[in-house]
């Protein structure tokens, strides 16, 4: 957050001190709120680690002006919005780590959460909470169970944090997102969504999660079955996105390497508006009936603050 020192470093200076005559003064001699002034400026995480110091570490931890400052600027609305069961005077630790959670919307078909470390709002909308176009037919589409969704992995994270915190809590997976929409052949590919949310301000990066072939396992070993992978290297998809306040983007990308899950960027849009909702429509097609084409897995559509892209990039997960 800006700041010239880190939770290592203020650990080695405790250690330093501690290391000395007992009677003379160290860290856990300072009042929590110096302590409190001092880690507003440090991450999350690292805020965290510094409160297994002592008592005046963890008391400080919890001092509301550290995490109000690490909320976004309209995290009421989320919290009314996303935190429909929470209880009243909730601390703002409280609310910073509830919102962090993968919390669900729409009957399970949207995720949203906060980045832990930056405390930008994400959102992912499964493959069940878009409109594909022959969707019921099977000849076309199927909903397939898989264990390589990414949001089944995030629920599972999820659930680890929540039995650290609340012993005997039981794990729910959502359905919508234990499965990916497979398509096995088809003419006319297109898919649509639609997502109106309080987004806080800043700069935001669309992309769709698909990978080309149907993944398995056989004997503990991931196998990739690109039989009916075709069509998708004669012409490139185009992806489209639409705001309720006029904005417009659109990008188009071949796609190919099979096997691999890839994020496909669809376009970004800004907001200014704290205070009310951003409207988004998203559309991705390859509409061409001189061809077919075929064994494409479709996961989910996700929303990362567009300082994302950089880390999706770093770890090879982004196309176009």
């Known amino acids: ?22 009677s003379s003064p160290s860290l856990g001699d300072l009042p929590e709120s110096c302590v409190a002034s001092i880690i507003g400026y440090l991450d999350p995480p690292e805020i965290c680690k510094l409160a297994m110091l002592n008592r005046a570490f963890r008391g400080a931890s919890w001092a509301d002006f550290v995490w109000e400052s690490k909320l976004p600027s309209n995290y009421q609305l989320l919290v009314d919005k996303i935190l429909t069961s929470s209880p009243e005077n909730l601390g703002k630790r409280d609310i910073y780590s509830r919102l962090c959670r993968a919390n669900t919307l729409e009957g399970g078909t949207k995720k949203v959460w906060l980045d832990k470390s930056t405390g930008g709002v994400c ?17 076309y589409w199927n909903h397939i169970p898989t264990d390589e969704s990414k949001f089944l992995i995030m629920d599972f994270l999820d659930w680890l944090i929540k039995i650290e915190s609340f012993r005997g809590i039981s794990c729910r997976i959502d359905p919508e997102f234990r499965s990916i929409a497979y398509l096995q052949q088809t003419w006319w590919f297109e898919v649509d969504g639609e997502v109106e949310f309080p987004f806080p301000p800043g700069s935001y990066s669309v992309f769709s999660r698909l990978q080309l ?3 398995s396992k056989r004997f503990g070993r991931r196998i990739i079955n690109s039989e009916n992978v075709h069509g998708w290297d004669i012409k490139p998809v185009r992806f489209q996105l639409w705001t309720s306040d006029g904005q417009y983007a659109t990008s188009q990308c071949t796609l190919k390497e099979p096997g691999k899950w890839f994020h496909y960027h669809m376009g970004d849009f800004n ?20 061809h077919t084409k075929g064994g494409l897995c479709l996961d989910s559509v996700v929303i990362y603050p567009s300082e994302f892209r950089e880390r999706l990039k770093h770890k090879g997960f982004l196309k176009c």
């Open 123 to 139: 959102m992912a909308i499964s493959s069940k909470g878009l409109h594909i176009t022959g969707i019921d037919d099977r000849r």
């Open 1 to 22: 957050m800006g700041a010239n020192f880190s939770a290592l470093f203020i650990i080695d200076c405790l250690s330093s001190v501690s290391s000395s005559s007992s």
């Open 271 to 290: 907001v200014d508006d704290s205070s009310s909702s951003t409207k988004i429509k998203l559309s991705m097609t390859q509409i061409d009936c001189t």
């Open 213 to 215: 072939g149907r993944a």
